[in-house]
């Protein structure tokens, strides 16, 4: 998407053609730096320290990450120790595995002195097939919109969305925000809530600054404080991402996303899960159960970045001393307070006969 | 309640008999540290400046404004000045008008000689009167928790509360607090989950404090965690407090306890609030539609403060430069979602019928 009338993806070649450049997301919203990766080690890195993060774009990065490896030592030992290297950097990254494999299956068989073009190829493949994915999900959630916007007669349509789904999460469009974009793109007048997302702040600190740096409307609200608005009619519609969706509909997302579910089932709001298809977990069904939930460092609750009067970045802390905090990362949203799911496919009911009817190749024998 | 082991009040009279002391609250949880208040400016400045906060603790502030006043001028027109410089503090804060009504009847019909003496002891009263009631909600919800001990065979009742209906908002004891520090004292193992409570945080900052130099054990978790909780069984029973109940039981208060409500209705755990009954208002009876909710600097969503790995105190910047921020302070929680009040008259259902049942002589006629 843009950044100040400017276009860009999250990843992208260096002018150099073969450097890799991507956009520094630990200093946002405060920073907007682009770093160049030259070497495998500098992708891990990037992965393991954050600079990049979200499903989609942690995969095309790794992918990129052994086209570099290519470069330095396009031996099957090469590969394999870069490997090695990248799959460490976050261990229960769905789609850091499956890039790695793609990009070994493609590599494996060729000649070393043709892999360094291959692995480009490949990683650039990897990079649009996520925006094609993308740009599905957004035309497939353009009509929610449309036809609240043609209710509203002119009035605009008000989307709460929760932590960040946004294109800076993929290599472009987002999940959550395809539809949002799209819609935008089509002049339809938009205003977004923009769920904070503690204790991370995905929401402040990238969701607002990639919908502010487009050009979308959308204010900043506490994640305490949808509930609230929509039972004063101030939600049109709810859309969230999914790291994790069961068969049977079940929404694992960021913790916080049950809470708006209920409210908006509570107060007759369309509540959609925006999600590339493959994240839909065909081996179970029941969420709840089923779904191990992350529990992240407690320091994430306790302490928090910004930026001071003066510039600076600095972290602060907020509890008392001695203060112990639990910090679950996701929970599980049951799907009949889903209204629907927005695939790359098309819209369908979070139900396991209408994923299934979507998506039957994939359903287990 | 106790700070290490030290009985405290939030107010008090200084050991020469006459300054008033309290806690400066701005600067929770990072420093400790009581401030003697020596004239009815330095009252109001600590009102309008929250040192002070929570409506009874204001009350009692301006109670011992007027008694200060008094020792400088206890002449008419020194009472009304000062009178009106306490009132403009926090113009919208019930508790002080009320305890400004109670001081000015109080001593108006006295000579100037008397006032003095009479100040304080009125000052003195409603400070006493705010310790019982809040300690009659102790006794009165100390069954409900002593009931889920029985239950859990020795394991710690989990009680989850949002905000800060601590002592720190009173005089002593608090209100949703006051059945946690009775059933501390009674000996029954709790642990509290404490929402941190955006945008203000006076979960993480005054709740999480207080538990702590009491001793009592708690987590703080951040505002999305409680329905996860509630789901995976970790909740007990929520008991939250109210700025303003109305005649038919709709519960007003901080943002987010509608969310936290939802969750308890959808996964079967109690939910309860702590209530003096002065803050029932029997004139109305629809909280969603009567109750006007205030909406507070966007500052308070976008900046926070807390302590640096220096030791300073720093305020920093969690949204991008140009993103807007909405925040409604309160919300209203409908009475079919909360399982019971507790007041110092004892237990009564959320309805109608019920709150004039226990308060006959307040009902309208």
Redesign the interface.
């Given at each position: 998407m843009k950044v100040d009338g400017v276009h860009y993806r999250t990843i992208w070649l260096n002018r150099d053609g073969w450097g890799v450049d991507i956009l520094d997301q630990t200093r946002?919203?405060?920073r907007f730096e682009v770093v160049t990766l030259r070497s495998p080690g500098e992708a891990a890195r990037a992965i393991r320290d954050m600079q990049v993060r979200g499903a989609p774009l942690i995969g095309a990065t790794a992918g990129y990450g052994m086209a570099l490896a290519c470069r330095e030592d396009a031996s099957d030992a090469g590969l394999d120790r870069a490997e090695a290297t990248l799959a460490a950097t976050r261990p229960t990254a769905y789609n850091l595995a499956w890039a790695l494999r793609r990009m070994r299956e493609g590599l494996r068989p060729l000649s070393e002195a043709d892999r360094v073009a291959a692995a480009y190829r490949l990683a650039g493949e990897i990079c649009d097939e996520d925006v094609a994915i993308n740009e599905a999900i957004g035309e497939a959630g353009l009509p929610l919109l449309r036809e609240i916007a043609a209710r509203k007669g002119g009035a605009p349509v008000r989307v709460l969305t929760h932590c960040n789904a946004g294109w800076l999460a993929t290599v472009d469009w987002g999940t959550a925000t395809a539809p949002i974009y799209k819609a935008h793109e089509a002049g339809i007048p938009l205003h977004v809530?923009?769920d904070?997302?503690?204790?991370r702040?995905q929401g402040?600190?990238l969701t607002?600054?990639e919908?502010?740096r487009h050009g979308v409307p959308?204010?900043?609200?506490?994640?305490?404080?949808?509930?609230?608005?929509m039972?004063?009619g101030e939600v049109d519609i709810v859309i969230v991402g999914s790291d994790r969706t069961t068969a049977a509909g079940d929404v694992c997302n960021?913790?916080?996303t049950?809470?708006?579910a209920?409210?908006a089932h509570?107060n007759g709001v369309p509540f959609y899960v925006a999600l590339p298809s493959p994240t839909i977990d065909f081996t179970i069904r029941d969420g709840?159960a089923e779904v191990p939930?992350e529990e992240r460092s407690a320091r994430e609750?306790?302490?928090?970045?910004?930026?001071?009067?003066q510039g600076a970045l600095?972290?602060?802390?907020?509890?008392?001393?001695?203060?112990?905090?639990?910090?679950?990362a996701?929970?599980?949203t049951p799907a009949h307070l889903v209204s629907g799911l927005i695939t790359e496919r098309g819209l369908c009911a979070a139900s396991g006969e209408a994923i299934a009817a979507l998506f039957p190749e994939r359903v287990a024998a």
């Open positions: 946002f919203p405060h809530w923009v904070e997302t503690r204790p702040n402040a600190f607002a600054w919908l502010g959308h204010s900043v609200i506490v994640d305490n404080a949808g509930g609230h608005l039972q004063h960021k913790i916080g049950y809470l708006k209920l409210a509570d709840l939930i609750v306790t302490h928090i970045a910004g930026r001071t009067a600095v972290e602060i802390q907020l509890t008392p001393d001695g203060s112990p905090a639990l910090n679950p996701f929970d599980v």
